[in-house]
């Protein structure tokens, strides 16, 4: 079987064509997967692949991945479309493969966009996976589990492909710079800060940061030989005017800052919009949620608990699908944390007992709090005094639990916001208790 042309070198085609990776070495990303000694490079040196599903985002690499194991295998490899091939094809097409077996001669089948094909088209592949006619790779963009069937998808090695870092994507860009097939040879002059913008901007997307930096090197401006390409013809080309933004600069904080602060005097509307600043200028959206998360309890803490869960929920929802889908998901934690009501109770009881604890490293633990797994430890009074609360009547315990120097300190104090008034009211009665049974002691 004729193995199809994989590349074409002509200058006409888009850079991030021009630009795929022909080896391993120059494969940017996954090292997860192909860092020295991990299970893929393992199988792709050795020419000893099964069949695999790649799935991950956009732009990280999967049909690269697939058309660089071509060009290591011994195998006949077929680039086959879900999107423009039916049952017709597939069954022709398995059944060259299977004559080539018995020849010997093994076929790499890759399927880009696996999830577009219905039941009965994946149906068809399952029997010639099962005789070995095909090694079948897969590239989906969206979880296998509810996209390929279950039989399918029991035979194959899933590989999750993950988004690219900026430090990655910038790397991807300079190559680009230099590398004959991209600008090299040609004078450009595009500053580091520039490439970290066009890295943020794609989001983990190779593709979008080679497409990026193409339009802006088409449309710098040329002057005596050299191409300069500015801030404001970025801005340009991406249509994200005052929205690029550096992650790690002033820019980033500033925002993360709004954000924060919006939700905490309750305006849900300045909340989303700079919750909208930060995802269209590129933002990671599990960054947001992480910050969410901690406002969750900063600032609401015990007076609705249920905020921590939706905060959750919303991290949760955003690693599922990431961005665009998941702004809906974010702007439903943020909406329900500015509404949430307010208290701080939580980090101000951790803020006091860390001044302590910091001052008081080596204060020794209570023996009454301590375990006394050895015969040693019992006769040194480990344990002596430790009362099982639930062996109580009022399921309390009239023992100390604080080092001796900060016997009666307190730390946590709730307030009387929303939920938080019923852990005020336990935790009063639990006060009275312990004070009217000390009054009993002699």
């Given at each position: ?38 299970v893929l490079r393992q199988l792709i040196d050795s020419d000893r692949v099964s069949s695999m599903i790649f799935w991950g985002p956009p732009g990280v690499g999967k049909t690269t991945l697939a058309r660089i194991i071509a060009s290591h295998t011994k195998a006949a490899f077929i680039d086959f479309s ?97 590398d004959p097939r991209g600008f090299g040879g040609q004078e450009i002059e595009i500053g580091d800060d520039l490439l970290e913008l066009i890295a943020n901007f794609a989001n983990g997307d190779a593709r979008t940061a080679l497409n990026t930096l193409e339009m802006a090197v088409l449309n710098g401006e ?221």
């Open positions: 079987m004729e193995q199809q042309m994989l590349w074409n070198d002509g200058g006409d085609r888009p850079l991030a064509s021009r630009m795929r990776p022909r080896t391993l070495e120059e494969f940017v990303g996954q090292t997860h997967l192909l860092g020295p000694g991990k879900a999107v423009t091939s039916g049952i017709k094809e597939i069954r022709a097409v398995m059944q060259q493969a299977e004559n080539s077996r018995r020849f010997g001669e093994k076929t790499i089948l890759f399927v880009d966009e696996i999830h577009r094909f219905n039941k009965a088209q994946q149906d068809a592949f399952l029997p010639y996976v099962e005789k070995g006619s095909i090694i079948l790779i897969g590239a989906t963009t969206e979880n296998p589990s509810f996209e390929v069937n279950a039989a399918l998808l029991s035979r194959c090695k899933v590989f999750v492909l993950h988004a690219l870092t900026a430090e990655e994507l910038c790397a991807l860009l300079r190559a680009a710079l230099d040329r002057t005596g030989g050299r191409t300069v390409v500015t801030r404001e013809l970025l801005v340009q080309c991406t249509s994200k005017k005052a929205l690029l933004y550096d992650k790690n600069g002033e820019e980033h904080y500033n925002l993360i800052s709004a954000l924060h602060k919006s939700m905490r005097n309750s305006d849900p509307d300045a909340a989303v919009y700079w919750l909208a600043r930060m995802l269209e200028g590129g933002e990671d959206p599990l960054y947001v949620a992480r910050r969410l998360i901690r406002f969750a309890s900063e600032d609401i803490g015990m007076a609705d608990s249920r905020a921590l869960e939706v905060a959750v929920a919303a991290y949760q929802a955003c690693h599922f699908i990431g961005m665009p889908e998941c702004s809906v998901h974010l702007t439903h934690a943020v909406v329900y944390l500015s509404l949430a009501p307010r208290s701080n109770a939580l980090y101000a009881a951790y803020e006091h007992a860390k001044a302590d604890a910091i001052a008081m490293l080596n204060e020794p633990v209570p023996l009454q709090l301590r375990n006394a797994p050895t015969r040693l430890m019992r006769e040194l009074d480990y344990g002596k005094g430790y009362v099982y609360a639930h062996d109580t009547e009022d399921k309390i315990a009239d023992m100390e639990c604080l080092p001796e120097s900060l016997r009666g300190k307190r730390y946590y104090i709730p307030t009387e916001q929303g939920s938080e008034v019923r852990a005020k009211m336990r935790l009063d009665a639990v006060l009275k208790w312990k004070k009217e049974h000390k009054k009993e002691q002699p």
